[in-house]
């Protein structure tokens, strides 16, 4: 036993004595650095002894202060964005340092990471890269760092509402795109349920921004699936970098000129603190507020609905008696006149047969009976000569059966009354964040960190509807090991739906509180019928058929109708309402290892993933009545890149692997060419390939609508629905079947069948040659051009069947869409879509007192695309910015203005689709930065000539937004 003690013993002294030995030789450096300009200090300049990565960074105060156990003397390296790096010789003695950096305007000085997953300068990355740092957030003219992204080349943003804006690039524009990736400091921001990133709802606080990276075009080869049209990277604040306490303060104003509602105020509250606790040790804190009266879309275009797209139409809820506006909701119930009064005829027709043991066929009685111009006296006394128990259902027929026979219906169809979106929708707008982490540095090359970002909000976005995305949450979260040249993390991204709704299912459920639709409906034609017999014109009879059929209608405001519109907004979509229900998650590890240490000879870099989303929306979107649903996918990466020529020439070659659970593997490569042709002028050349699979909707959803039943691709859905015994039949041809209904010579051979096939994963091959230069140390120029192919390009068809499911019924039930089954799925075109764009940059440096001139250009467009192909892409073929700036113009005074415009698009949705016009915006702000403090004074706006504009048809339409700020040691 005192042997067994003796081995701690031994092992404390030694312990002992060495952290004895250690303790004499660490050394303590420390020191101030400042501006040699100004003169003021300036914070997160990295200060590292040479040749190791021994150091620190200076704190809010300038202050620096890190041991070391390496011998004085040695060479300190000091460096930060926008100054002149330096060295200096340090020799010891309790030697406190003074230094001071010069500005630089130096342009193309950049180091991005997206690239290539390894840090690189901007001018020699070897695809096309735009960056915004967190100087180019704290002087843009946006309301929020999000809106920086606009300014950049290639970039197109849709907003949907003011929390919620997509980002864009290279085309397929839209409220949620499905083909671009947004990653926070290496997190997906892609949501389980969603499917996409809602903007910057979810992760970082504005103070917290370090940078932001943009990639335009594919991307899968480094950062897998869905990064077909580019992926954006934004990396947070390192509080060991930056320190201290930061706040900013932004009020303004909204809606001024607005016909929609009067103007009103908007709050953007926020905050950071980081600490550096020890060398070892540091943590950071953040929180947003914001809070506004979003902007309202309350276009009342008259819509032509198809099973595709909807396209616009003359006419109004007055003039149109099958009016349906595009911010109008439960408007969406409509049927043709005729075959709803033949399908009236024609099912008592069948109830009367059954009725009698087939005695009685009352339509051949009418016709034998009665002239198709009789009296009421001679319409009496033909209902008076029935059995007692079928004149009642002979009195309700007689209208539809008059209308038929003396055909006053025509063509037309009707449709309900609907709601005003304001009425529908919560405009009231916010969004609450909270983000923070612990940071251990593990040894001087090692670092552990656990962070979280948590949103919650409420704002609206356009997909097939407009969605009312209310009090939702969002959190992820993650542990992370990250060292010089490997990285291993785990996180998980939580989703909870909160009371978010369908607006139109909400709106439809309203009306159908006081009046369902087939009493609608049947009160409108039966109404309309009679007033047209009786002489009344169209015109008045519409009219009147309306006020009758509306009588009881619950108004907005009352009480009637804030129970209705409650009951179901607090009902799930699955038991009948317009409630979401979903709390889906994903779990996801990767790791990444840079292995050129061990590798002399080339470059290596190996990383993997595995992720797993938990689908869990009981039912109101999902097929996950019975319990949640998961998806594993795995891949890995490789890339192998060489210098070549004394580094002339910079060869990549890259490929990934995945593989998701429901579709086979994909191999997406990538093989790009630097070419440095003079000193800081580069051409690039690349050869991409990116894929994305059908997303978690795609193979999952089964969600009902007001037009259909959504349903996913996997072969699942094809037993669910039992396609193989009870076939579907495209919307086309019923379109088809109910006007030979309608005409009274029903064709039952019109109806096509319609084959429910899987679905696969969606592609494209893209090449692109671009150049990036300084001309003459003062213009940085850069551009590029870029031809695609897409091909499998993921859709949706109509399809629909009987209600009953009874396939001996699908004749009788097809005439009305009353007793029809609706259903969309998904379906792969076989028709392969090109594209191809350029863009120009050009960032002109005016002397050496930071006075900049920017511009950019870039255009986007498909070629060859076949007649009846919707794409869906959205882009306008030209845009341009431009920019002119200086951060420091005259004694802490700066300004930046930027214009852009964009040209007409024809914009396609699945909400609808219309023309958007062109239109231009000026975004301006002029700031003050008081004497050497770290505080910044903005007073600026956004579309500041307040011209209102639309850039998705059915979004609301953006007019001017005007601010005042202060922000406390932001610099």
């Known amino acids: 036993m005192k042997k067994l003690m003796r081995i701690p013993m031994l092992f ?50 300038g202050n620096f202060k890190f041991s070391t156990s390496q011998k004085p003397p040695f060479t300190l390296v000091i460096s930060s ?3 002149s790096p330096k060295e200096v010789e340090y020799t010891g003695n309790g030697q406190a340092l003074n230094i001071e950096l010069d500005p630089s305007f130096a342009l193309g000085v950049e180091v991005v990471v997206a690239a290539s997953r390894l840090p690189e300068r901007i001018l020699e990355s070897p695809v096309s890269i735009e960056r915004v740092s967190a100087a180019n957030i704290r002087n843009a003219p946006g309301a929020s760092y999000y809106d920086a992204l606009a300014n950049l080349k290639g970039v197109d943003i849709t907003t949907s509402g003011y929390m919620f804006k997509t980002p864009s690039t290279r085309g397929f524009n839209g409220s949620g795109s499905l083909r671009f990736n947004q990653l926070v400091d290496g997190m997906d921001n892609t949501l389980p ?35 077909m049209n580019g992926t954006l990277l934004i990396s947070s604040k390192d ?37 550096k606790v ?38 109004d809820r007055n003039s149109d008696p099958n009016y349906d506006g595009v911010n109008v909701f439960g408007d969406e119930i409509s049927a043709n006149m005729s075959s709803f009064a033949q399908a009236v005829q024609f099912q008592t027709q069948q109830g009367i047969l059954q009725a009698t043991g087939g005695q009685l066929d009352i339509i051949a009685a009418l016709n034998a009976s009665l002239p198709a111009n009789a009296t009421q006296e001679q319409i009496g006394a033909f209902i008076g000569s029935l059995p007692a128990e079928l004149q009642p259902t002979v009195q309700n027929l007689v209208p539809f059966y008059f209308g038929s026979r003396n055909n006053i219906y025509g063509a037309q ?80 991204t939580q989703e909870n739906s909160g009371d978010s709704y369908a607006s139109t299912l909400t709106a439809i459920a309203v009306n159908s509180t006081w009046k369902s639709n087939g009493d609608w409906l049947g009160q409108y034609v039966g109404n309309y019928s009679g007033a047209v017999l009786a002489g009344t014109p169209s015109d008045a009879a519409h009219a009147y058929a309306r006020s009758v059929a509306d009588a009881g209608r619950l108004v907005p405001g009352t009480q009637a109708f804030k129970d209705a519109f409650n009951k179901s907004i607090t009902t799930p979509i699955s038991e009948g309402g317009s409630q979401f229900a979903d709390k889906s998650d994903l779990w996801q590890y990767e790791g990444q290892w840079n292995l050129s240490q061990y590798v002399k000879f080339v470059d290596v870099l190996i990383g993997s993933s595995y992720r797993q989303y938990s689908l869990n929306s009981k039912g109101t979107i999902f097929a996950d009545g019975d319990g949640r649903i ?57 050869y991409q390939q990116a894929y994305r699979f059908p997303t978690n909707q795609d193979q999952w959803i089964n969600l009902i609508t007001p037009g259909s039943i959504l349903i996913g691709c996997l072969p699942y859905f094809a037993d669910l629905y039992q396609f193989s015994t009870n076939p579907v039949y495209s919307s086309e041809s019923i379109v088809a079947y109910r006007a030979s209904v309608g005409a009274g010579a029903p064709n039952p051979t019109l109806l096509k069948q319609s084959a429910f096939t899987a679905a696969k994963p969606e592609s494209v091959q893209s090449f692109e040659i671009g150049y990036r230069g300084i001309i003459g140390k003062k213009l940085l120029v850069d551009a590029y051009y870029y031809n695609s192919k897409y091909k499998d390009f993921i859709a949706r068809s109509a399809v629909g069947r009987g209600v009953s499911g009874v396939p001996a019924n699908v004749y009788t039930e097809l005439a009305s869409p009353f007793t029809t089954t609706n259903y969309s799925f998904v379906v792969n075109s076989p028709t392969p879509v090109k594209a191809n764009g350029f863009g120009i940059g050009l960032d002109y440096q005016i002397g050496r007192k930071g006075y900049k001139i920017l511009a950019n250009y870039y255009t986007d467009q498909l070629v060859d695309v076949p007649s009846g192909l919707v794409t869906f892409f959205n882009t306008p073929k030209n845009r341009y910015n ?90």
């Open 12 to 61: 404390m002294a030694v312990l002992l004595s060495m952290t004895t030995v250690l303790a004499q030789t660490v050394i303590t450096v420390s020191g101030k650095i400042a501006n040699s300009s100004s003169k003021e200090t300036i914070n997160a300049v990295s200060v590292t002894i040479k040749g190791s990565s021994v150091g620190a960074y200076t704190d809010d105060k």
């Open 81 to 83: 964005v926008g100054y």
């Open 193 to 227: 349920a969603l499917n996409f990133s809602v903007g910057n709802v979810i992760g970082l606080t504005e103070l917290d921004v370090d940078n932001m990276e943009l990639l335009p075009g594919a991307s899968s080869a480094l950062y897998g699936s869905g990064g």
């Open 239 to 275: 509080p060991f970098k930056y320190q201290g306490l930061s706040f900013q303060v932004k009020q303004g104003v909204m809606h001024m000129g607005d016909s929609r509602q009067k103007a009103s105020p908007f709050y953007d509250w926020s905050l950071r603190w980081g600490k």
């Open 278 to 315: 020890s060398d070892k040790f540091a943590f950071k804190f953040g929180a947003q507020y914001i809070k506004a009266d979003d902007w309202q879309a309350d276009d009342k275009t008259n819509l032509l609905r198809n099973n595709v797209i909807s396209s616009p139409k003359s006419g």
């Open 413 to 492: 169809s009707v449709s309900r009354t609907g709601y005003d979106e304001k009425d529908i929708v919560d405009y009231n707008t916010f969004n609450f964040k909270f983000s923070g982490g612990l940071y251990y540095k593990i040894s001087s090359n090692t670092e552990a960190s656990l962070t979280g970002n948590w949103g919650s909000g409420t704002s609206v976005y356009t997909g097939a509807d407009r969605y009312a995305l209310k009090n939702f949450q969002i959190g992820q979260y993650k542990l992370e090991f990250k060292s010089k040249n490997w990285f291993l993390r785990g996180y998980t």
């Open 630 to 686: 998961k998806i594993g996918e795995v891949g890995g990466y490789i890339q192998l890149q060489k210098s070549l020529l004394k580094d002339v020439l910079k060869l990549t070659a890259a490929g990934r692997y995945d593989k998701n659970k429901n579709f086979d593997g994909r191999f997406t490569p990538r093989v790009t060419a630097s070419i440095k042709v003079a000193k800081e002028n580069n051409i690039r050349l690349s």
């Open 882 to 971: 431009l920019g002119f700036a200086n951060a420091n113009a005259y004694k802490g005074f700066g300004f930046n203005l930027i214009y852009k415009w964009q040209s007409e698009v024809e914009y396609q949705g699945t909400f609808a689709a219309a023309t958007i016009p062109s239109f231009g915006t000026m975004d301006m702000q002029i700031s003050y930065k008081p004497g050497k403090s770290k505080n910044l004074i903005k007073i600026g706006g956004t579309n500041i000539f307040n011209n209102y504009y639309q850039n998705a048809f059915g979004n609301p339409y953006i007019g001017g937004l005007y601010y005042i700020s202060f922000g406390y040691n932001v610099f």
